[in-house]
């Protein structure tokens, strides 16, 4: 069976952006920044990542951080085309049906119980997000 399932959890880049449409709805836009496993050069990545809702209520939440906050979002992955025939733009975003702010106060995986499904290796401990010194401001 197919899924197009997303869950992120990350810090909002910036202010929210909202667009209102021909057909009377409002798009809300905004951006949330997702650190990588650390490079092997050692250097933290991060991806940030172009999110979008039509829903007020997840609008509200999201209008409601301020930026560098941390949330958690969950959608789909989107691929969208705009434009005229002769120069068609492909753009890629996460269409958020859920979103809240998130707690930053997880316990290290050292101090999970000692159960085979949380190892470090897996299960619940490899979703816990490891704590970066920096972030690079979004641009």
């Not at 949330?71 to 975003?93: D, I, L, N, Q």
Request: aromatic content about 6%; glycine content about 6%; overall charge positive.
């Amino acid at each position: 069976m197919d899924r197009n399932e997303v869950l992120l959890v990350g810090r909002l880049s910036a202010a929210v952006e909202e667009q209102p449409l021909p057909s009377g709805d409002t798009v809300t836009k905004w951006r949330i920044i997702v650190r990588r496993r650390r490079h092997r050069r050692g250097a933290a990545l991060t991806d940030s990542i172009p999110c979008v809702t039509f829903d007020p209520e997840t609008a509200a939440i999201v209008r409601s951080l301020k930026p560098r906050d941390y949330m958690e979002v969950a959608g789909s992955f989107r691929c969208r085309v705009f434009g005229p025939s002769a120069a068609k733009t492909w753009r890629y975003e996460v269409e958020v049906s859920s979103a809240k702010p998130y707690e930053a106060d997880l316990p290290q995986p050292d101090a999970l119980p000692d159960d085979p499904t949380l190892s470090p290796h897996g299960g619940l401990a490899a979703l816990i997000p490891r704590q970066v010194a920096y972030l690079a401001p979004a641009i």
